[in-house]
Every structure is written in structure tokens, then in C-alpha cells.
């Protein structure tokens, strides 16, 4: 089975509080992806950035001070058009997501590719984390299907994976 994670696709990171024109840019080729993976041999994932009203007073909010992905607010929503009615949701307070990972670790599965918004900061902190459990299989990101929070940063972030041994596409 192949897995592929939809990272933060949510609406603050296209075109809400945080959205850059890159990220808008991506979309069509988001879900063209997610498109491809649609038969009963591949698994779609999604995680979401999660806050809550106390944003401001985390470590995250002190140095990011723009409050961004609140739970229940639109913001926090992916596009229906990207989430194409699937239900596999995994939230996270934090870049890198341990509770996916633990999720991995009960499926079988051969290979899993990731996409979605940051590539700086979501995608290669969850692609790091699943390559450092999964050492034996192959991790990809396609780098047409991220965008960073500069177009610098995103180049900077592939370029780093592609040293951790990440199938940068
Ligand atoms: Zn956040």
C-alpha cells in the first residue's frame, strides 16, 4: 500500500492568515495528487495544524505572534475540494505529528509520499519524523504539490531533505 499525507492544506495556509500566492498556486496540483491515489491499494491522509484559543501564550505563538488553524474557526477548514469527502483527519498542535507516525506504525504499508503547505516547516518536520521510524521504506515529497512560507525557505527545506535521503520529486 502506498500512503500519501496531505499536510495543512487548511485554509489559513492558502489564502487565510498565513497564505502566500505559492501555496494558492499549488492547489490544482494538490488535487490532481490526492486524485491519483484514489483506489482501495493507496491510503489518503490528512493532518491538520491545531490551536486553541490560547494560541498566543504557546511557544509557538510567542514567535509566530499570528493566530492561525483556531479549531472550530474557518481557518482551521480544508477546501472541501481537497479534502474530496475523505475522513482520515489526523490533528496536530505542532509541526511534526507523533500521533501520525503512531498511526503508521498499525498499518502495512511499502511507500508514502508527502505534499502540503509548509514545506519549511510541516512537511519536512513530518517527513524527517516518519523517515527516522521508517528508515527501510521510501519517503517522497513532491516538491510541485508544497510551498514554503518564502520561496527561499521551501528550496532550503528540499534541499535538506534530499540530504536525509528523502525523495525529493
Ligand atoms: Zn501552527
Do not use: W
Not at 7 to 19: E, H, K, R, S
Not at 46 to 55: A, I, P, Q, S
Not at 145 to 157: D, K, M, N, Q
Amino acid at each position: 500500500m502506498k500512503i500519501l499525507v496531505v499536510v495543512d492544506m487548511q485554509n489559513d495556509f492558502i489564502d487565510g492568515a498565513l497564505g502566500t500566492a505559492e501555496a494558492v498556486a499549488i492547489v490544482p496540483n494538490v488535487i490532481e495528487k490526492i486524485k491519483q491515489y484514489e483506489n482501495s491499494d493507496n491510503l489518503v491522509i490528512y493532518t491538520k495544524d491545531t490551536h486553541l484559543e490560547n494560541y498566543m501564550d504557546t511557544r509557538e505563538g510567542k514567535h509566530l505572534p499570528v493566530p492561525h488553524c483556531i479549531k472550530g474557526t474557518e481557518g482551521h477548514g480544508i477546501p472541501d475540494e481537497i479534502l474530496r469527502g475523505h475522513d482520515l483527519i489526523i490533528e496536530k498542535p505542532t509541526f511534526g505529528s507523533v500521533e501520525l507516525v503512531r498511526y503508521l506504525e498499525n498499518i502495512e504499508f511499502d511507500e508514502v509520499e508527502l505534499i502540503g503547505l509548509c514545506t519549511d516547516i510541516c512537511v519536512v518536520s513530518n517527513a524527517l519524523l516518519i523517515k527516522a521510524r521508517f528508515p527501510e521504506l521510501e519517503v517522497s515529497v513532491d516538491s510541485s504539490c508544497c510551498a514554503g512560507v518564502t520561496p527561499a525557505t521551501h528550496e532550503a527545506a528540499l534541499t535538506t531533505m534530499k540530504m536525509c535521503q528523502i525523495n525529493v520529486k
